[in-house]
């Protein structure tokens, strides 16, 4: 349609058009509509969204931002802009030094996740650590909270050398481009981890320093923090080395671990016999729409023999508890077998997440504006829905009771290793 535009006209149309955008007006282009923004989102929302009740009158002005800030804690609006750094992170793509922190007022920034292949973790830096102060070009500085952690680290320029202090040693480091990633595997005597190589890409590399001298001799510990990124790539090689040391216990960890991508879920459902090809989830959408997922099915597979048993807290969720169902619904793992984190001193007991919905992203084709909205609820193979209940020892998984979240020597691991021990026997 834009061909038959003369010259002359195109550069008013092309003001008209722009105006229009700017005012939140709808006009008509070569007998097509164009939506405003506000439209556009309006539309979307009510076409898609069930994540509860939705009023637009209540929205403050009359914008996108406005309108997802109606919608549950799950929905979202983002730019282009914003948009484009989402899908840089969601591939792993990431700047800075990688690390999660906490706050612990007087005493620094605890440290509650290194990522995969990140400056912080190869320059020694471990969950647990508390970064206590830091130096560059010589000039000392204590960190007494988070703040004066992050103003430190965010007037760091990329490549520049700095060190970060903690309670046990100091390491040198800078802020850099990385490909995160998000698988580990550790035996008694060795482990394997996944690192930049030749052209930036990562490669499996094996490290005795994350053996766990406490794992029985046939088992491997295999964690996954998110999905996102080449987890599955990963994922697979890992079940190689895994298929390839012969071993019989599997220890999924599955801690902290929010979710991610779907597919990717289904596609890490594939590597085991038991559950390939066979269906993952299912989604209901609005009015009553229902499709179901299919799990992948890849040549390297761990085998109905092998004892699996996975790790969970209250902060996995969504595709980490989809994946559950998963195991659970084709008796790779049983609820017994699942140890939940149950935190000493809190209300109630422990339970994964509760998260049995799905968010989709609708990008709206003229200005590339995107919402992301809670569009179905989803049930595992059997039925079942654990949104906003969770896994619990209601459903018979074991509770492992644990002082903290994040430990530097992981005792509610070994704890779980000590149970599976006995019961095996």
Request: glycine share 10%; proline share 2%; aromatic share 12%.
């Amino acid at each position: 349609m834009y061909q038959d535009i003369k010259k002359s006209n195109f550069f008013k149309i092309s003001i008209c058009l722009f105006v229009a955008i700017i005012l939140g007006l709808s006009v008509v282009f070569g007998g097509c509509i164009i939506q405003s923004s506000y439209d556009w989102a309006l539309e979307t929302i009510e076409k898609n969204y069930v994540g509860g009740e939705f009023d637009p009158s209540l929205a403050e002005e009359k914008t996108p931002a406005a309108l997802a800030a109606l919608l549950d804690k799950y929905s979202a609006y983002y730019t282009k802009e914003e948009y484009d750094e989402v899908i840089k992170s969601n591939a792993g793509e990431f700047y800075g030094i990688g690390v999660s922190l906490q706050q612990i007022e007087g005493a620094g920034a605890l440290i509650v996740s290194v990522s995969g292949n990140s400056p912080a973790l190869k320059a020694g830096l471990k969950t647990g650590d508390i970064i206590i102060g830091g130096e560059v070009d010589g000039e000392s500085v204590t960190f007494e909270n988070y703040a004066q952690f992050s103003e430190f680290i965010a007037a760091r320029a990329k490549g520049e050398q700095f060190i970060l202090r903690t309670e046990d040693g100091e390491y040198t480091l800078s802020k850099e481009s990385f490909t995160q990633s998000y698988v580990t595997m550790r035996t008694k005597d060795t482990g394997w981890e996944f690192r930049s190589s030749v052209g930036d890409s990562l490669a499996l590399f094996e490290n005795k320093d994350l053996s766990l001298d406490f794992l029985p001799e046939d088992a491997a510990y295999i964690k996954l923090s998110q999905f996102y990124g080449g987890a599955v790539n990963e994922f697979g090689r890992v079940v190689e080395k895994f298929n390839a040391y012969s071993m019989n216990t599997l220890i999924l960890d599955l801690r902290s671990n929010g979710g991610g991508y779907v597919n990717v879920m289904q596609s890490i459902g594939g590597y085991f016999v038991k559950s390939a090809s066979k269906v993952a989830m299912t989604a209901v959408y609005k009015g009553g729409k229902s499709e179901k997922y299919y799990c992948g099915n890849h040549p390297q597979k761990i085998g109905e023999g092998v004892q699996v048993y996975i790790l969970a807290n209250s902060g996995t969720a969504s595709a980490s508890e989809a994946l559950i169902g998963v195991l659970v619904d084709y008796g790779i793992c049983s609820y017994e077998n699942i140890f939940i984190s149950d935190y000493i001193g809190q209300s109630s007991p422990g339970r994964t997440y509760g998260k049995g919905i799905m968010q989709s992203m609708y990008v709206n084709s003229w200005t590339k504006e995107v919402l992301k909205l809670t569009c179905a609820k989803i049930y595992w193979p059997n039925g079942k829905c654990i949104h906003d209940i969770g896994l619990t020892a209601e459903d018979g998984c074991t509770l492992v009771q644990t002082e903290n979240t994040v430990t530097k020597e992981d005792k509610e691991l070994k704890d779980v290793v000590e149970i599976i021990k006995t019961r095996q026997g």
